[in-house]
């Protein structure tokens, strides 16, 4: 009877992980040309990326992500070039932290990116909204 028992929270935490909820700010994020922001974005209940894929991508822009993080790493083989040496995952990953740290920003980062996250059941999604201080938004 106790050896059914140890599998319980191994089970509980692979069942978790089918489903989950994307979440960011509703407001618009600010940044300033040529400084550094982060774009929040995390999942419900805290749930660990690590085993997850993240994608961060402009709208219609899915195939070539700012950043994509697969099979544990960043995968920068169809990262688009303009983002490249300019955007990392800081994490914690394993609480549930996707947000996106963007350097060196300019004024072509303003505008939407989406929050992808997803597994091999399940997966979701939600914008967040970069704008520039002293900027109107186009």
Same mark, same amino acid.
């Given at each position: 009877?106790?050896?059914?028992?140890?599998?319980?929270?191994?089970?509980?935490?692979?069942?978790?992980?089918?489903?989950?909820?994307?979440?960011?700010?509703?407001?618009?994020?600010?940044?300033?040309?040529? @400084?550094? /922001?982060? #774009? !929040?974005?995390? +999942?419900?209940?805290?749930?660990?990326?690590? =085993? &997850?894929?993240?994608?961060?991508?402009?709208?219609?822009?899915?195939?070539?992500?700012?950043?994509?993080?697969?099979?544990?790493?960043?995968?920068?083989?169809?990262?688009?070039?303009?983002?490249? @040496?300019? /955007?990392? #995952? !800081?994490?914690? +990953?394993?609480k549930g932290d996707v947000s996106? =740290? &963007?350097?060196?920003?300019?004024?072509?980062?303003?505008?939407?990116?989406?929050?992808?996250?997803?597994?091999?059941?399940?997966?979701?999604?939600?914008?967040?909204?970069?704008?520039?201080?002293?900027?109107?938004?186009?």
């Open positions: 009877m106790v050896g059914r028992w140890l599998f319980l929270p191994l089970l509980l935490s692979h069942v978790s992980a089918q489903s989950f909820s994307v979440v960011v700010p509703e407001t618009p994020v600010s940044g300033q040309l040529g @400084g550094s /922001v982060t #774009l !929040p974005c995390a +999942l419900s209940d805290n749930l660990d990326v690590r =085993k &997850l894929e993240v994608r961060w991508y402009r709208p219609s822009m899915y195939s070539s992500p700012a950043l994509l993080y697969l099979n544990e790493k960043l995968d920068q083989s169809i990262a688009d070039i303009k983002y490249q @040496g300019r /955007v990392s #995952l !800081p994490g914690p +990953l394993e996106l =740290k &963007l350097d060196d920003l300019r004024s072509s980062d303003l505008g939407m990116y989406m929050c992808h996250v997803s597994s091999d059941r399940w997966y979701d999604k939600n914008n967040v909204s970069l704008r520039m201080q002293g900027k109107a938004e186009q």
